[in-house]
């Protein structure tokens, strides 16, 4: 269910398109937001929400790589590697966080804190090699950089 | 040359500075005008699009029908996600406010009353940044209800993707946009006579609209005398890979590819020589280091040599580069993006794939070589959209000009053999 400031919020977002079934991926960020991923009960509500079936939203939420359907780590550490990434190093980003984290691409730590994922060019191939976390950017990376990165956030 | 997509005055991005340098004058002058005569500057300033095709701009907007009861939509694509490319972010953080005023502008031309700015969902940072410059515009009164006091009204909203390369093609972004799957749409009809919610509708990049303002302030003439004529104006061009310095620069059209990569970019660390350079985004032709000399950064120059402008997104392999290793992860996206409506794009590319991770592993076959060019070429031109295209230049372009690179990595006991 989304909450009370939530569902106003969706209501507003409604009116900026000529049909309802448009607010449906901004929408579904929201949930996202509220919730950290997409349950199948929240598709469900959505639908009787949008007056959609249940199989679009879940056809919506399947097809673009940014919707979850189930929890990620505390932090989601996306890993460009990409042409220019790989080009300029990506692949001992990637290194470094196994061996600081413990965990492989498609992965989520045992105590919940970090999620890995390889992703596709994220439009920073200027500052290559990076990572995005959340919708913060860390570019120019070195192995040592990383490092320091992820220490100061697991003591967060 | 001076930068006028990214010119260097600071605070650019605020609207008060923006004001300060005569932000919004364009759009004052073009309320005086009629729209025709907004889109007749256009055409005749010959700006192309910066969204990878370099489709004419101003003829674009000539498609959209004038007397329709329907509503008309522009789309302004900020999907970016072609690998290399990282331009129309800069735009997002540095001049938000012009390509409002080049958004605001189209819309008058062609009478829209809704623009939708669809930016990748990665960016949900810039998102924020051009959602504060449309806000602040909105306050002022250069969007919204009869703006300016004129009785022109318009609206923008910024609409965020969610992770897919195949909505930055303009029909899979009216899907999304819609609300769907981004499932790219046959043509005919064309947006123009049927797009968005049915309606007429004008998909353009963000860097192109972004160009508008300038030509309304200074004129056709002035726009058509920047860089080349036949593809004139400013253009950011993003350099990445084996460089010094790498990053978006703006230069004319037409500026030599050497010099962008040893002036601009600061040339290759090591002073290692060039092995290959793709001048235009992933999908665009590779070419080999030897080839560049005198190609120039415009549609024309880049064609005669055998690529094309694209994004305008550059990269540089230095003479180390493994390029099996390059061209299997290109076709490792592709095959990752196709959205899998087409059989020849959705089986092609993972067969593409796989033959180049055998490449990468030294299991390739030597006939495995031309059935690369193969596969790709009955995936080229046999499917909805350009994705298709996008998947099978590359490898088309690798094999052609690195076929060397294949032989060398194929299975000794297959060379032997053949
Ligand atoms: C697979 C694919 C992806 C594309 N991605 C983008 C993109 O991210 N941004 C963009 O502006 N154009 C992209 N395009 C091109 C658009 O379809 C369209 O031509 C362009 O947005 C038109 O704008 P322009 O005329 O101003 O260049 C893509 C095309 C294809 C086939
Ligand atoms: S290739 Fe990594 S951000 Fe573009």
Redesign the pocket.
């Known amino acids: 269910m989304l909450t009370e400031e939530n569902l106003k919020k969706a209501e507003e977002l409604k009116k900026r398109y000529p049909e309802t079934k448009a607010a449906l991926l901004p929408i579904l960020w929201i949930a996202q937001e509220q919730e950290g991923y997409i349950s199948e009960d929240m598709m469900k509500y959505l639908g009787t929400m949008l007056n959609l079936p249940f199989a679009h939203i879940l056809g919506v939420v399947s097809f673009y790589t940014m919707y979850h359907d189930k929890p990620l780590g505390r932090y989601h550490l996306e890993v460009c590697t990409n042409v220019s990434c790989m080009l300029r190093g990506s692949d001992k980003i990637l290194q470094t966080i196994e061996h600081v984290c413990g965990v492989k691409p498609g992965q989520t730590s045992a105590d919940g804190k970090w999620t890995v994922n390889e992703v596709e060019c994220m439009g920073a191939c200027g500052g290559a090699p990076m990572i995005a976390i959340g919708e913060e950017y860390y570019e120019n990376l070195t192995p040592e950089k990383t490092e320091e990165l992820l220490k100061k956030l697991s003591q967060r | 040359m001076e930068r006028y997509i990214l010119p260097d005055i600071p605070n650019l991005h605020k609207i008060d500075a923006y004001e300060q340098h005569g932000g919004y004058s364009a759009l004052k002058k073009a309320l005086g005008m009629n729209p025709a005569e907004v889109t007749d500057e256009v055409k005749k300033s010959n700006l192309r699009?910066?969204?990878?095709?370099c489709?004419p701009?101003g003829l674009?907007w000539t498609f959209m029908p004038k007397d329709n009861a329907k509503p008309k939509y522009l789309c302004v694509?900020g999907?970016?996600?072609?690998p290399g490319t990282f331009k129309d972010r800069q735009i997002f953080e540095f001049n938000p406010h012009q390509l409002i005023e080049g958004t605001l502008i189209g819309c008058y031309a062609m009478g829209i009353t809704s623009a939708y700015i669809y930016i990748r969902g990665e960016y949900g940072k810039w998102i924020k940044m051009l959602q504060k410059a449309v806000d602040d515009a909105y306050a002022k009164g250069y969007i919204g209800q009869n703006i300016l006091g004129s009785n022109f009204s318009t609206n923008i909203y910024l609409h965020k993707g969610a992770g897919a390369?195949?909505c930055?093609?303009?029909s899979s972004l009216m899907e999304s946009l819609e609300g769907n799957r981004g499932y790219p749409r046959v043509k005919p009809p064309f947006p123009a006579q049927r797009g968005v919610w049915n309606c007429p509708t004008t998909?353009?990049?963000v860097e192109?609209m972004t160009n508008v303002p300038l030509i309304i302030n200074n004129g056709w003439e002035w726009y058509s005398k920047i860089g080349v004529a036949k593809h004139p104006g400013p253009i950011l061009v993003g350099i990445s890979g084996h460089v010094n310095k790498p990053g978006v620069y703006e230069v004319a059209t037409g500026e030599l590819l050497t010099d962008l990569i040893y002036n601009y970019a600061g040339g290759v660390p090591g002073n290692k020589k060039i092995k290959a350079v793709i001048p235009g985004g992933s999908s665009t032709m590779i070419l080999r280091g030897e080839q560049i000399e005198g190609v120039r950064m415009d549609a024309d120059s880049l064609k005669a040599a055998g690529s094309s402008v694209g994004t305008a997104g550059m990269i540089v392999m230095d003479e180390d580069t493994d390029l099996i290793r390059v061209i299997s992860r290109i076709s490792k996206f592709y095959y990752h993006e196709s959205c899998g409506q087409c059989t020849p794009c959705r089986e092609g590319t993972g067969w593409l794939w796989k033959i180049l991770k055998r490449f990468e592993a030294g299991e390739g076959r030597i006939q495995d070589i031309d059935l690369l060019v193969d596969i790709a070429n009955n995936i080229e031109g046999n499917t909805i959209?350009?994705?298709g295209d996008?998947a099978a230049w590359p490898v088309q372009s690798m094999v052609k000009r690195f076929r060397d690179e294949f032989e060398k990595r194929a299975k000794k006991d297959a060379v032997a053999a053949a």
Do not use: H, M
């Open positions: 699009g910066r969204g990878g095709a489709f701009t674009k694509n999907d970016e996600s072609e390369y195949i930055g093609e303009e998909i353009n990049n192109t959209c350009a994705l996008a």
